[in-house]
C-alpha cells in the first residue's frame, strides 16, 4: 500500500539516522517550537518504527460513530446495563479528536474504547464489529489488532481474518509490543510462540522487540470532581495509567496512542491532545441497573454515573484506608430485596473481611516495609480509591497472573497457579540474578552460571524499567463498568468475575464461602 509522503520521510530517518539522531528525529520534531506536546518516552521510538512498517488495513470501512455521545447514555451488559454520564454535557463528535481518525489506518480512540463496553473493548464487541465489516474496521489493522502483522497481511478469507485476530476477538485482547531495555539486569529468551511473532526477524526478539496481548483499558473515570463543570480542573490520583506504568500522562498516551495504535506520521497538535483528553477525563461510566437488584440508585443507594460524578475530590482516601466503597450502606434486611441485601453484604465483605497480603512484589517490599507481610488488609486495601477502586499509590504489584507460578521454589507464588500461562499466549523465561526478584527464587544454571528463571507470558513493567524486581508487576484498575468488560485481569485470563473472586481467594487464603464469592460477584457487577 503506497504510504503518505510524511510517513516515507519518518520511516527513511528511521533507517538511515545514528541511534542519536534516531532519537533527535523523534523527541525533537519542530512543532515542539510553538505548542506545548510531552516528551515521547525512551521506550517509544521503537514501537513507532515497527507501527509505522506494519501492513495497513487494504480497504477500511470505519465503524458506525454516533453524531453525539449524549449527556447520559445506558447500554446493556450480561447483568443490567451500564451507563455514562457526562456532566458538561453531550459531545458533538464531529471535529472533536477522540472521535477523528489522526493516523494512517483509518483508527480513532472510539475505535477501541466503545461506551457499551464501559469505554473499552470486549471480545463481543470485537466480534460484532468483525462480521458486520467482514474484518476490515479498523480496529482490525495488521499493527496491533492482529495476533501479528504478517498472519494478518497473509489472510485472504474471512475465517483466515479471524484465526489472525483470535486474541482480539476471543479476549478482547490488543496486541501490545514493546523494546527490550537497553542493558537489562536480565536474559530474555521464548520458551512458546504460538504466532510466530516472537521469534519473527521483522516483529520478535531478533528485532528486540516483544510482544504481549494486553486487555483495552478503559478511557473513563479518569478524574474526579469537586462540583459538576470545569472537570478537567482536578484530577485526583489514579496510580499507574497503563497496564505497564509506561505512560508518564494521559496527554503523553493521546500522541503516543496517535502515533503507534493508528500508525500516524506525524504527532496530534496540542489543541488535539487537549480536546481528545478533556474528553476522556469528562466520562464517569457505572453500572446504573441490575436485573436482579433493579435501580442502582433505589432506596438511597448512590450507584450509577450521576452519583459517581458527584463524589468530590475531598473523599480521596490516603492508601489503605478501609470502606473505600459507601454506595449500598442504606440498603438492609428486611427493608430491601434479597439481590439487593447480597449486594450490600458484597460491599461489606469487600471493605472489612480481612486477611493477609504477603509476598506480593510491589507491596510487601515497599509500601508495609521491606518482607513484611500486611496483616488485617482488605480487598479496599488496594482498591482504595473512594466508589472507583483503584489504587492512588503509583506501581504495580506482582500477583503471578499470567505466571509459572508452580516453579517458584520461595513458595510465595504458588497460590497463584489457578491463573497460570495459557497456550494462546507467547511464553517468556527471564533469566535473572539470584535473589534479585522480591519473593522468588527458581535457581537454574545455564552455561556454568546460576540464575533465577521466570516464566511468565507478560513481563509487565519489567518490560520498561530493565529491571528484574519489577517483572511481572501490573497497575491495579479501576472497578466501575465490570459488568460490562469481561474478561478480566491484564491478559484476559478470567472469563468470569467469579472466577476473579476465586483467584482472589486462593491467592491469599481469603477464606470465602461460596454464598462469600457469589456476594462480591453481586457488589462488583453493581460498580
Not at 528485532?207 to 504481549?212: I, Y
Not at 510491589?362 to 488485617?376: K, R, S
Not at 516453579?407 to 499466549?425: C, E, F, I, M, Y
Request: glycine share 10%; hydrophobic share 35%.
Amino acid at each position: 500500500m503506497t504510504r503518505l509522503p510524511a510517513r516515507l520521510q519518518v520511516t527513511a530517518l528511521l533507517l538511515l539516522a545514528s541511534p542519536l539522531l534516531m532519537w533527535l528525529g523523534f523527541a525533537g520534531f519542530s512543532y515542539a517550537q510553538t505548542i506545548q506536546l510531552p516528551p515521547l518516552p525512551s521506550w517509544f521510538p521503537p514501537v513507532w518504527k515497527q507501527s509505522l512498517a506494519a501492513p495497513e488495513p487494504s480497504n477500511t470501512q470505519p465503524g458506525r460513530t454516533p453524531t453525539t455521545i449524549p449527556q447520559f447514555s445506558e447500554s446493556s451488559d450480561p447483568s443490567g446495563r451500564v451507563a455514562t454520564y457526562q456532566p458538561g454535557g453531550a459531545t458533538t463528535t464531529a471535529g472533536n479528536a477522540f472521535f477523528t481518525p489522526l493516523g494512517t489506518n483509518g483508527r480513532t480512540c472510539f475505535t477501541c474504547h466503545q461506551p457499551q463496553s464501559g469505554w473499552g473493548m470486549t471480545p463481543q464487541s470485537a466480534r460484532a464489529i468483525f462480521f458486520a465489516t467482514q474484518g476490515k474496521d479498523p480496529l482490525f489493522a495488521p499493527v496491533d489488532g492482529a495476533n501479528c502483522p504478517d498472519a494478518a497481511a497473509a489472510a485472504t478469507s474471512l475465517a483466515q481474518k479471524a484465526a489472525a485476530s483470535s486474541q482480539l476477538l476471543l479476549k478482547g485482547n490488543i496486541r501490545v509490543f514493546l523494546p527490550v531495555p537497553a542493558q537489562p539486569e536480565y536474559q530474555v529468551r521464548i520458551l512458546r510462540d504460538p504466532y510466530g511473532c516472537e521469534n519473527s526477524a521483522k516483529y520478535g526478539l531478533p528485532s528486540g522487540m516483544l510482544s504481549m496481548y494486553r486487555r483495552v483499558l478503559n478511557s473513563t473515570n479518569l478524574t474526579r470532581n469537586a462540583q459538576f463543570g470545569s472537570f478537567a480542573t482536578v484530577i485526583s490520583p489514579q496510580g499507574a495509567i497503563m497496564w505497564d506504568a509506561r505512560e508518564p500522562s494521559l496527554q503523553s498516551q493521546f500522541v503516543d496512542a496517535t502515533l503507534g495504535h493508528a500508525q500516524a506520521g506525524t504527532p496530534p497538535s496540542g489543541s488535539q491532545v487537549d480536546q481528545g483528553v478533556n474528553f476522556e477525563v469528562g466520562l464517569f461510566t457505572a453500572q446504573n441497573f441490575s436485573n436482579q437488584a433493579g435501580s442502582l440508585s433505589a432506596s438511597g443507594a448512590t450507584g450509577g454515573p450521576v452519583n459517581l460524578a458527584r463524589i468530590g475530590v475531598a473523599n480521596v482516601p490516603v492508601p489503605a484506608i478501609p470502606l473505600a466503597f459507601n454506595t449500598y450502606q442504606p440498603w438492609t434486611l428486611p427493608t430491601n430485596s434479597a439481590a439487593q441485601a447480597s449486594i450490600k453484604r458484597g460491599e461489606d465483605i469487600f471493605n472489612t473481611r480481612t486477611f493477609t497480603i504477603a509476598g506480593v512484589a510491589g507491596f510487601n517490599d515497599g509500601l508495609v516495609g521491606p518482607g513484611n507481610p500486611a496483616q488485617n488488609s482488605t480487598c479496599s486495601t488496594c482498591h482504595n480509591l473512594i466508589n472507583v477502586g483503584s489504587d492512588v499509590v503509583p506501581g504495580g504489584r506482582h500477583l503471578g497472573i499470567g505466571d509459572n507460578s508452580s516453579a517458584d521454589k520461595s513458595g510465595n507464588q504458588t497460590t497463584a497457579t489457578v491463573l497460570r500461562p495459557t497456550s494462546d499466549q507467547p511464553l517468556f523465561s527471564f533469566l535473572c540474578p539470584v535473589g534479585s526478584m522480591p519473593f522468588f527464587s527458581n535457581p537454574v544454571t545455564v552455561n556454568g552460571t546460576t540464575f533465577d528463571e521466570f516464566q511468565t507470558t507478560d513481563p509487565g513493567m519489567g518490560l520498561i524499567t530493565g529491571k528484574c524486581a519489577d517483572l511481572g508487576k501490573f497497575k491495579v484498575p479501576r472497578l466501575n463498568g465490570l459488568a460490562a468488560r469481561a474478561p478480566y485481569f491484564h491478559n484476559g485470563n478470567a472469563a468470569s468475575l467469579r472466577q476473579l473472586v476465586e483467584f482472589y481467594n486462593a491467592r491469599f487464603s481469603i477464606g470465602l464461602s461460596s454464598q462469600d464469592e457469589q456476594d462480591l460477584v453481586n457488589f462488583i457487577n453493581a460498580l
